[in-house]
């Protein structure tokens, strides 16, 4: 996200509309980009060890369906949702060009609407790549978790933190915006497509709050803490060594505090108490 600008009331067709334009081009942006590569694989990793053989998973905002295929390849059976047409169709066509049986689906539903879900119980909901970064309040999707997670079950959402050390970096360059996007109270506007819509930024500790005490802490961990975010698409081409390097020192750095408060993104996992 990119341009920002000063916050102004939103509607989810605007949210529909950007990331539908997304959708033509998402999964292009993610071929040969090591460190999109490698956080994913961190996430998937992180949801993995939460889940049995078999487990049934709800996705929100799924965006193209990569992360749902990738689990559903493995076995587990996933229901992918996504405000975004666009998105939706582009899981969609992901479903008639694999073999994935009725492990795979895909419904159009915002995730501040799961009580009108009629699927069951889940074993895992999960929310990847800063989707919920969307809305100010997280309690209008947490609130909802109790009715569609079984007792035991587990919620991983991947956030993106106000205090994001690459950008504070910034400052080296004279960038004395960027820095200071994500603290701005009530929201930063940003450009999706040529769309403006409204970003959010929560911290673990609100993240932890909105679930509410029916839900206890089982994982935190940054994401990209050390290297660039997503959108530097060049730099482990252009610098791979200094690239390794940042990666290890992000293996090292992700599960302890207060690194685990900080980075691009942080991942949580809370389990719903039995």
């Not at 020192?249 to 949580?268: Q, S, T, V, Y």
């Amino acid at each position: 996200m990119s341009t920002h600008e000063p916050p102004v009331p939103m509607t989810s067709n605007e949210y529909a509309t950007a990331f539908s334009r997304k959708a033509l081009i998402y999964d292009a942006f993610g071929e040969d980009h090591p460190n999109l590569a490698r956080m994913r694989q961190r996430v998937r990793s992180h949801v993995a060890r939460h889940l049995a053989s078999g487990a049934r998973l709800l996705e929100l905002n799924a965006g193209t369906g990569g992360d749902a295929a990738w689990f559903a390849e493995r076995g587990h059976s996933v229901l992918a949702t996504d405000l975004s047409p666009g998105m939706v169709a582009e899981i969609e066509a992901k479903m008639a060009g694999g073999n994935y049986g009725d492990r795979l689906q895909a419904r159009r539903l915002s995730f501040t609407e799961l009580d009108t879900l009629d699927a069951g119980l889940f074993d895992l909901v999960f929310s990847n790549m800063g989707g919920l970064n969307c809305i100010p309040d997280l309690a209008a999707v947490t609130r909802h978790l109790p009715d569609v997670l079984r007792p035991g079950g587990v919620a991983t959402f991947v956030i993106m933190p106000p205090i994001c050390p690459w950008e504070w970096g910034g400052f080296l360059r004279g960038d004395f915006r960027t820095p200071f996007r994500r603290l701005t109270l009530g929201g930063t506007r940003a450009r999706v497509e040529g769309v403006a819509i409204m970003t959010y930024y929560f911290s673990p500790r609100r993240t932890i709050a909105a679930f509410g005490d029916r839900f206890e802490r089982i994982g935190l961990e940054s994401l990209s803490l050390f290297t660039p975010p997503a959108d530097r698409k060049n730099f482990a081409h252009r610098f791979p060594r200094l690239f390794a390097l940042l990666a290890h020192l992000d293996d090292w750095a992700a599960p302890r505090f207060p690194f685990n408060h900080w980075g691009d993104f942080f991942i949580l996992s809370m389990r719903l108490r039995r």
